[in-house]
């Protein structure tokens, strides 16, 4: 049925939750997984405190270690479920954009998210970008709550 499955994560504790059911999943199915994880580009002007404290260098870097450190949860759950990951890092100030291009790059034909379940004025302002994939992927998309 499902043979690449794309997970994004943000490092949230919803996500967490939504990596050991991905693994599952995938193991139950028989499928690979593709952990994936955006990160904004340096804006030299902004208002987000770490590229205000940082150079691009200096941000690069630290944005990477971050991100080495999202994956490499996702990608140890799925070593000690026995499936097979590899683990992307993304650059992109559109997240759900990035989610539906990496699934397209790597050929995957199942998205699984998490929802931070964000609803009311809070959901409205905020967005979410699980939503948006699932307004925008013509890939199948599997919400974890």
């Given at each position: 049925?499902?043979?690449?499955?794309?997970?994004?994560?943000?490092?949230?504790?919803?996500?967490?939750?939504?990596a050991?059911?991905?693994?599952?999943?995938?193991r139950?199915?028989?499928?690979?997984?593709?952990?994936?994880?955006?990160?904004?580009?340096?804006?030299?002007?902004t208002?987000?405190?770490?590229?205000?404290?940082q150079?691009?260098?200096?941000?690069?870097?630290?944005?990477?270690?971050?991100a080495?450190?999202?994956l490499?949860?996702?990608?140890?759950?799925?070593?000690?479920?026995?499936?097979?990951?590899?683990?992307?890092?993304v650059?992109?100030?559109?997240?759900?954009?990035?989610?539906?291009?990496?699934?397209?790059?790597?050929?995957?034909?199942?998205?699984?998210?998490?929802?931070?379940?964000?609803r009311?004025?809070k959901?409205?302002?905020?967005?979410?970008?699980?939503?948006?994939?699932?307004?925008?992927?013509a890939i199948?998309?599997?919400?974890?709550r």
């Amino acid at each position: 049925m499902y043979k690449r499955i794309l997970f994004p994560t943000d490092g949230s504790e919803a996500s967490g939750r939504a990596a050991l059911a991905a693994v599952g999943f995938a193991r139950s199915v028989g499928a690979e997984l593709v952990a994936m994880t955006a990160v904004p580009e340096f804006h030299t002007f902004t208002t987000d405190a770490e590229m205000l404290e940082q150079t691009a260098p200096q941000y690069a870097e630290a944005s990477k270690a971050r991100a080495g450190r999202l994956l490499d949860e996702v990608a140890e759950a799925a070593r000690d479920a026995g499936v097979p990951c590899t683990c992307l890092q993304v650059v992109s100030d559109t997240p759900y954009e990035a989610i539906i291009a990496t699934a397209r790059a790597q050929h995957c034909d199942l998205i699984v998210m998490a929802s931070h379940g964000r609803r009311g004025i809070k959901g409205l302002l905020l967005g979410s970008e699980t939503q948006k994939v699932l307004v925008h992927s013509a890939i199948p998309v599997m919400v974890h709550r």
